[in-house]
């Protein structure tokens, strides 16, 4: 079955970097788009940015994030990666990792990995 283990979270000073990763298994991971979301305490699910299937040349992010996180992906490791840079108490979260599915004229997020923790603290 499909799954989805994300990995890479902890604690880090404002300003610090951190990769997260999040390694697929049980379909053909390089034809499926994928996303990371974030929800922090208190709050609901944020979307902060997603990568195109294949090749990997599209790109979006959400403008908090913008210019300071990177997403990318190994297609041959079946692997996806957030870099995290410049970090702002405000990023500290759990993060997932998600994979876009798609039914007849509708996309949506169908399978998440479980979460990972990432705080932002001095």
């Known amino acids: 079955e499909v799954q989805l283990a994300d990995s890479g979270g902890g604690l880090v000073q404002p300003g610090g970097s951190l990769r997260l990763s999040c390694a697929a298994s049980g379909f053909t991971f390089s034809m499926y788009a994928m996303s990371w979301v974030r929800q922090a305490p208190g709050k609901g699910l944020e979307w902060v940015t997603s990568?195109?299937?294949?090749?990997?040349?599209?790109?979006s992010y959400a403008d908090p994030v913008k210019g300071r996180f990177t997403i990318s992906r190994d297609n041959a490791k079946n692997t996806l990666y957030l870099q995290m840079s410049s970090l702002k108490p405000e990023d500290a979260a759990v993060y997932y990792c998600?994979?876009?599915?798609?039914?007849?004229?509708?996309?949506?997020?169908?399978?998440w990995g479980q979460g990972t923790q990432v705080t932002v603290s001095s």
């Open positions: 998600a994979r876009y599915s798609y039914y007849s004229g509708s996309v949506y997020l169908g399978y």
């Open positions: 990568i195109g299937s294949g090749g990997g040349g599209s790109f």
